[in-house]
């Protein structure tokens, strides 16, 4: 009776392993795959080339930016690209914007990744000596292809930076800063204190 408990036991075992579900779809990026992500995206503004673009991106890429919206409208609200409409709705048409902007410096700040998405923080300046220091955020949805040579294309980004310090740095808003305060004395520091210590 003993070996036909264990028997039956057996059994029940080898048809729930033959019947258990499966892990199906794509693998999740390693961290050292989510870091490739965010070095592919930023050679895309720092050392932008064609080639590259169309390795890293998807053909059906799209890119959601109000910054960049903001920068072709140079900050009119009736510019001719609404803010909240995709800045690039196509590999094509990000080869044909970027590729015609100048390289500018991707520093990354910081990084975050899930299985499928990679979160940036960077900074840039946009020339050397512009008074403005830039810092974004980016969050990039990949797609897994296997017979690629980066096998996490980049599909969607949804990228915003402060955009006033960019229009600063170009020169297309210059601020009316006021005047800092002029500096406390011991004089009018002291006649704030009570007259025992002043």
Do not use: H
């Not at 220091?133 to 292809?145: C, D, K, L, P, Q």
Request: with cysteine; proline share 10%; charged share 10%.
């Amino acid at each position: 009776m003993r070996t036909s408990a264990v028997a039956t036991g057996l059994f029940a075992a080898a048809a729930y392993a033959t019947s258990a579900p499966t892990c199906e779809g794509p693998p999740c990026m390693t961290a050292a795959q989510a870091q490739t992500v965010a070095t592919n995206f930023g050679d895309l503004i720092s050392a932008y080339s064609t080639a590259n673009a169309e390795a890293y991106l998807t053909a059906d890429y799209t890119d959601y930016s109000s910054s960049v919206n903001t920068l072709i409208d140079y900050g009119c609200p009736a510019g001719p690209v609404p803010l909240d409409a995709p800045t690039f709705t196509s590999r094509a048409a990000f080869i044909q914007g970027q590729g015609s902007q100048p390289d500018i410096p991707f520093n990354q700040e910081n990084l975050w990744y899930t299985c499928d998405t990679v979160f940036i923080r960077w900074s840039t300046t946009v020339a050397p000596g512009s008074p403005e220091t830039v810092t974004g955020i980016i969050a990039a949805e990949t797609v897994y292809n296997a017979t690629a040579a980066f096998p996490f294309q980049i599909q969607t980004v949804y990228s915003e930076f402060n955009s006033g310090a960019w229009l600063v740095d170009l020169g297309v808003f210059k601020p009316t800063c006021p005047p800092p305060p002029p500096p406390k004395n011991k004089r009018s520091v002291g006649s704030n204190l009570p007259a025992r210590m002043a």
